[in-house]
């Protein structure tokens, strides 16, 4: 949204794991609360999150539930909404039958053309990384998950980046580790789709 930043789920020492909603006011310089609507998703930290400005709306999968583990033996597998629209804005969650494997820490990123959120690597159990691409249809009464078919198949790690290149037309994924230190960049063509 213009002019506005959002803090979404996470933890810390005064709450735990949480998924709160907070508004920072950049002319006055402070946080405040944000007062959401409807129930509200476990809380959680490494999600996967995206803001879809064609809809107004926040969306979050997975992260690791509470108790936190290094095993991510609570990763949570679910996708929520955050309708920022509604007043007050409200959390709806976005029902599928088939979604990718609860993981955290992985690379995310929004296709605004064609209204895709994107979700690559993470780790289901704090020691390997998720494979696969996979990408989740934003548009309203659609929303649904599917593995992103790619020549020779994604690369796989955990803790990567992504951005989405409007240029070309592009996603570019870099960096992570799987299990060491990586240095790569990887681009997927979204021009012919």
Known sequence: RTNQIYSVCGMNTD??????????????????????????????????????????????????????????????????????????????????????VGRRNGAYVLDPVQRRFFVWGGTPNGRTSAPGLWALDLRPGSEAWHEVPTVGGAPVRTSGAAVFDANRRRILFAFGNNPTPLTDLWALDLSGQ
Do not use: K
């Open 15 to 100: 709450v735990g794991a949480h998924c709160n909603v907070s508004a920072f006011d950049p002319e006055a310089g402070t946080w405040s609360r944000v007062v959401v609507d409807g129930p509200a998703p476990r809380g959680r930290n490494g999600q996967f999150w995206v803001y879809d400005p064609a809809s107004d709306r926040l969306i979050i999968f997975s992260g690791e539930g509470y108790p936190g583990t290094n095993d991510c033996s609570n990763c949570l597998d679910d996708t929520w909404a955050l309708e920022l629209s509604s007043t007050p804005p409200r959390w709806v969650e976005l029902m599928n039958t088939a979604p990718p």
